[in-house]
């Protein structure tokens, strides 16, 4: 309905995505990551699936960005062989 | 991670914040069959509310909370209750889940159903907050890496 709305939304679901994909720093990632999951729990909201966005704004944005942190904690970014 | 944070701020605000998010956690939890949400995304938000404390604290403290022992069987309850309230109906003639045979006489139909859905919401409930938080323990169990 607010098409102008759901555009800028849009917007920020591309940008979140690319920065995701194409930032060096791990952490960064992750972080845009979730930016990502929460735009798109909105997106999912305005079209009227209250239940879809509900659930993937609380484990796209909330659980898996944790898990994501756990395991850049537990690598590291070089090998040691 | 299994230090406590040095931060203030991070210490003050997970524990104000994270009762908070399981209260909201259990409302999703009880009101999931007339309005959005129920079992799953409840017992996320649990979970998440537990992993704040789990990041935040150490150790000592979060074993106090929610202890690491407690996964695995309260995962597997919450799957019995599941399966069970399923199991108890079609033992007393009806199909699998079928609420309307619970062995609930003395409530109105209406109010058995609603009893079993509920009964089915918290089984599932409890088996994804305890199974999310330990994938979480299990990622951190050999932290000598």
Known sequence: MHWELELVLYVFLVIAALVSLYVKDLLTAVVSLSVFSYVLAMLFVSMGAIDVGFTEAVVGAGVTGVLFVVMIYKTSRRSND | ?145
């Open chain 2, 1 to 145: 991670m299994k230090k406590s944070s040095d931060s203030p701020i991070i210490l003050l605000l997970s524990r104000v914040i994270s009762p908070y998010i399981m209260l909201f956690g259990l409302y999703v939890i009880f009101h999931g069959h007339y309005s959005p949400g129920g079992g799953f995304q409840g017992g996320t938000m649990l979970a998440a509310s537990i992993l704040l404390i789990r990041i935040a604290m150490e150790e000592k403290v979060y074993e106090m909370q929610f202890k690491k022992s407690f996964d695995i069987p309260l995962g597997a309850l919450g799957v019995l209750i599941f399966f069970g309230v399923g199991l108890i109906a079609m033992l007393l003639g009806g199909n699998f889940l079928d609420h309307h045979f619970l062995p609930i006489d003395w409530l109105a139909p209406a109010d058995v159903r609603f009893m079993g859905i509920l009964f089915v919401e918290v089984g599932v409930g409890l088996a994804v907050m305890t199974i999310l938080v330990a994938i979480y323990d299990n990622l951190l169990e050999d932290d000598d890496a």
